[in-house]
């Protein structure tokens, strides 16, 4: 993935937060109560939204990936019938 560089700078808060301006988040389908792993590469912090629920329904049930996706077994057989 490209570096994109959008000139917007946060100051770190004395309990070590930052907050992802607005823009950004829309942009990455981030709301209120997401969960962001954090890792570290080279010199880079890197944030990556963890998908903990199916992308239609919400349910954080029987969750199975499909392409990068979560998808709960109860839309998966749907998808597969009007296949």
């Known amino acids: 993935m490209e570096r994109k560089v959008t000139g917007m700078t946060r100051k770190v808060d004395d309990l070590g937060r ?6 950004i988040r829309r942009g990455f ?3 209120e109560g997401d969960r962001l792993e954090i890792s570290v590469s080279n ?3 890197i944030l990556h939204k963890v ?3 199916c992308v239609f329904c919400n ?10 996706k979560m998808v709960c077994l109860d839309c998966r057989r ?5 296949a």
């Open 51 to 53: 998908e903990d629920r």
């Open 29 to 31: 389908g981030i709301a």
């Open 18 to 23: 930052i907050v992802l301006p607005a823009e």
């Open 43 to 45: 010199e880079q912090i």
């Open 59 to 68: 349910t954080e049930n029987d969750l199975w990936d499909y392409h990068g």
């Open 78 to 82: 749907s998808i597969t019938k009007s």
